[in-house]
């Protein structure tokens, strides 16, 4: 049997479980809710947080728990820093790499979704903007909760 983890372990599990389960989710909702089809930087965004929900759900079981937690962090961190770099692609900071951001995708190909037009923002920052901010927020506040030492009262 293993050990109960210290309370900032086991709340940077939760959060490792939670924000990729959501922000998946908030991807699925808008693409299947709201007509927001993903472009493939979108794409791109959303196989590091499957990544990390997979390592995630495997610290509940599996020793040792914190290295799947630090690594499911490193997941959504990576899943940060590619909408980080889709949103200066949309917001035109720098060029895009794909087709869907040249403009040279193939004419006769009518399903290809923008990488440089966000197709929705908030307070004037798009789903990669968002997803960026969350995640790289969120992977660090897991890998400060993880180097936490337990105070004893």
């Not at 050990?3 to 922000?23: C, E, M, W, Y």
């Not at 900071?93 to 869907?100: L, V, Y």
């Not at 006769?108 to 037009?117: A, G, P, T, Y």
Request: glycine share 12%; hydrophobic share 50%.
């Amino acid at each position: 049997m293993t050990q109960p983890l210290p309370t900032s372990d086991r709340i940077a599990q939760r959060l490792a479980l939670a924000v990729p389960a959501l922000l998946l989710g908030g991807a699925y909702l808008s693409q299947y809710g709201f007509g927001l089809y993903p472009c493939e930087m979108c794409w791109w965004q959303r196989y590091p947080h499957f990544a990390a929900l997979a390592l995630a759900l495997l610290s509940l079981f599996a020793p040792p728990r914190r290295m799947w937690i630090a690594l499911a962090a490193g997941g959504i961190l990576t899943s940060g820093l590619i909408g980080g770099f889709h949103a200066g692609v949309e917001y035109g900071w720098w060029q895009g790499i794909t087709g869907c951001a040249t403009g040279a995708s193939d004419p006769l190909s009518f399903d290809v979704v923008r990488c440089d037009v966000a197709p929705w923002s908030f307070i004037g920052i798009s789903l990669a903007g968002w997803n960026a901010l969350l995640s790289i927020g969120s992977a660090m506040a897991i890998w400060v909760l993880l180097l936490a030492k337990e105070r004893t009262a």
